[in-house]
């Protein structure tokens, strides 16, 4: 039985397909994409200005995008007789570039609606379409109605968050059109505890980073050497003796390490130098990492003293040269503008940039003289910012597939999973039933692009009070390691035999079945230590924490075992998923059976015996997971 509020909402939804289409469409419509409500922090605030211009961008499908798992299994099977003949650029352009089929569909329909060919532009790489129109237009196109968004900052947006609809022959054609659901305002954190800063950005979209839990100052008597206490304080030393981590690196004039930070956040050089005297003497004299600016005028100033600005790409560099020495080039990806990994990405594959800049000029903000694949690539890439999983699911998916498209060139991508267990990090948001993030108690809410399954996402551990390095780690208790299922990207097959035996485990542990997708993909997949990490932030000897730690630890493992395949003549291990969750690669990870991740007003889950949703695979076991990546061909 209907409503009277149910059928005034189904009234309005007829009057406003009628008003944006007119008596007669003149074709048929569906919806492509919507928001069940606006995304937290905005509201609907007036009806937008039919004469305000929008440019209308229309990114268009990729070919062959749904072979995108079947090529990259080729290459990165250890079963594969292809494995590690990973692709080039002109390979990856050839084969996913938009057909011109779908560049001509989109012409004709707008053309057939009115819009002159003049007026539409087409990217250099076809896989953009850009129109500018009025919003009567749009609204007449898109079947729909927008409106101006007001957020609580007091900025406003146009958008129409109820939802866009395209014709039924179109839809094949086009992932997503922007402006429409997709709002500037999304958070995205690094990992590590408060809040560090909000970088200002294009269009007024902004991150908000933070940083390493729990921050404190400590004496330098308090702090301990080699790889004893590491209860009370984690060094080098202990990253060592835990991973049994002792490589001989013997390639580090061609191989290649990467870290990514966003503009302003450069490590400082003196707080490296105290670092590495103190708890990685070898690696004293170590370069500065390279730096490579993306959209960005902006240099390095390795000399900053705020910690705000300072302590997550301290943090992560310090970690990595440590651990790998002073002859290994490491190298900084500094993201300008928004900060949005869709600009790292342009920078890496000149076929996914679109017009001034980014995947989606709305949210990312408009760049002239964008970098458009003209960066160099590392082998190697260790990522310490995500966000919830809460943008428009189109944007993600797309966003996914080029991680995935740049695997395929060789690239192992690391991702920290998140520093509040199963709620979404930073903003600690959880899923209302109607699915909008909320804060507090609600169903679980993973972090994206952790949750893409072409990424390596990495939780943390903690050697437990009391305990030695020669005993089990746990999931950390200063923090929830990141980790869950997505309620985006299915689970991937290389997956499945191990989540299947976790989800059968679960069944005698009091977690709520209707809380999580137990069919999405799971994160993380690995874990190393995040807690309590010694670093040196603004001259003083710190103890920090967070999966910011363990993804730089993960990552230089990884570098390591690159090294020695090149040493062999063989090439980098690129995306590694495949290989680390098959039975070849038993007895790589140490398991991590005690501890939860909780969120949500909840637990979250338990750490089991095999893969979980806290620590992953486990830990690694450097000698083991060396030993079978030097077996594959």
């Known amino acids: 039985m209907l409503t009277s509020h149910t059928l005034l909402c189904l009234l309005g939804v007829v009057a406003t397909l009628t008003n944006a289409l007119g008596s007669s469409p003149p074709f048929p419509r569906i919806l492509h994409e919507r928001r069940m409500a606006p995304p937290l922090g905005w509201h609907p605030l007036r009806r937008a200005d039919p004469d305000t211009i929008l440019p209308l961008s229309i990114a268009l499908r990729q070919s062959n995008i749904h072979h995108l798992d079947d090529y990259l299994f080729d290459v990165a099977d250890p079963d594969s007789p292809n494995y590690g003949r990973w692709w080039t650029p002109e390979q990856i352009i050839g084969t996913f570039q938009p057909s011109l089929e779908s560049s001509e569909t989109v012409r004709e329909w707008l053309f057939h609606e009115g819009i002159d060919a003049h007026r539409v532009d087409l990217s250099k790489d076809r896989a953009y379409l850009r129109v500018n129109v009025s919003v009567s237009e749009a609204e007449r196109l898109l079947a729909t109605s927008y409106y101006v968004y007001q957020h609580e900052d007091g900025s406003e947006e146009v958008g129409c968050h109820h939802g866009y609809h395209l014709p039924e022959h179109v839809v094949e054609h086009v992932d997503l059109v922007t402006p429409t659901v997709h709002f500037e305002k999304v958070r995205l954190h690094a990992h590590a505890g408060r809040r560090k800063r909000s970088a200002a950005a294009a269009s007024d979209y902004s991150w908000q980073m933070r940083r390493p839990q729990g921050v404190s100052a400590t004496k330098p008597s308090m702090v301990y050497a080699h790889a004893e206490n590491c209860d009370k304080m984690a060094t080098i030393d202990c990253f060592r003796a835990l991973y049994n981590f002792y490589p001989k690196l013997t390639q580090t004039h061609r191989n290649t390490v990467g870290v990514v930070e966003t503009t302003g956040n450069d490590l400082n050089g003196n707080d490296l130098d105290i670092f590495l005297k103190k708890f990685s003497p070898a690696a004293v004299g170590a370069q500065l990492p390279t730096f490579v600016g993306i959209d960005t005028d902006d240099k390095p100033d390795f000399g900053e003293t705020d910690p705000n600005l300072i302590s997550e790409a301290d943090l992560d560099f310090e970690l990595m040269i440590g651990l790998l020495g002073k002859e290994q080039k490491v190298t900084l990806y500094d993201i300008g503008q928004s900060g949005s990994f869709n600009f790292l990405l342009d920078a890496f594959d000149a076929s996914y940039c679109s017009f001034e800049g980014g995947d989606d000029p709305e949210i990312d903000g408009v760049v002239p003289n964008e970098d458009c694949g003209d960066k160099p690539r590392s082998n190697v890439i260790s990522i310490s910012f995500v966000g919830g999983e809460d943008l428009p699911p189109a944007y993600m998916q797309r966003q996914c597939t080029e991680f995935g498209k740049l695997s395929m060139m060789g690239i192992t991508f690391l991702v920290a999973s998140g520093d509040d267990g199963v709620a979404s990090n930073g903003d600690n948001l959880c899923l209302a039933a109607n699915g909008t993030p909320v804060p507090g108690p609600g169903a679980f809410l993973p972090n994206f692009p952790a949750t893409c399954p072409y990424v390596t996402a990495v939780g943390a551990t903690q050697v437990d009070p009391g305990k030695s390095v020669h005993d089990p780690e746990s999931a950390p208790t200063a923090f929830g390691s990141g980790g869950g299922f997505?309620?985006?990207?299915?689970?991937?097959?290389?997956?499945?035999?191990?989540?299947?035996?976790?989800?059968?485990?679960?069944?005698?542990?009091?977690?709520?079945?209707?809380?999580?997708?137990?069919?999405?993909?799971?994160?993380?997949?690995?874990?190393?230590?995040?807690?309590?990490?010694?670093?040196?932030i603004a001259g003083n000897y710190s103890i920090v924490g967070g999966t910011s730690a363990s993804t730089p630890i993960f990552a230089a493992i990884v570098a390591a075992v690159n090294d020695a395949r090149l040493a062999l003549g063989k090439s980098p291990v690129g995306p590694i998923n495949p290989a680390i969750y098959s039975i070849l690669f038993t007895g790589a990870f140490h398991d991590v059976t005690n501890g939860t991740n909780p969120g949500c007003g909840t637990n979250g889950f338990p750490a089991l015996a095999g893969w979980d949703p806290v620590t992953g695979l486990g830990t690694p076991n450097f000698p083991q997971l060396l030993l079978q990546f030097l077996a594959l061909p």
Do not use: K, M, W
């Not at 299915?490 to 709520?512: C, I, K, M, N, T």
């Not at 230590?529 to 010694?534: E, I, K, L, R």
């Open 486 to 536: 997505s309620n985006v990207f299915p689970r991937p097959s290389f997956q499945e035999r191990l989540v299947q035996r976790y989800l059968a485990q679960l069944g005698r542990h009091a977690v709520d079945p209707t809380l999580f997708n137990s069919s999405g993909r799971g994160i993380p997949d690995v874990a190393a230590n995040g807690f309590p990490t010694a670093a040196v």
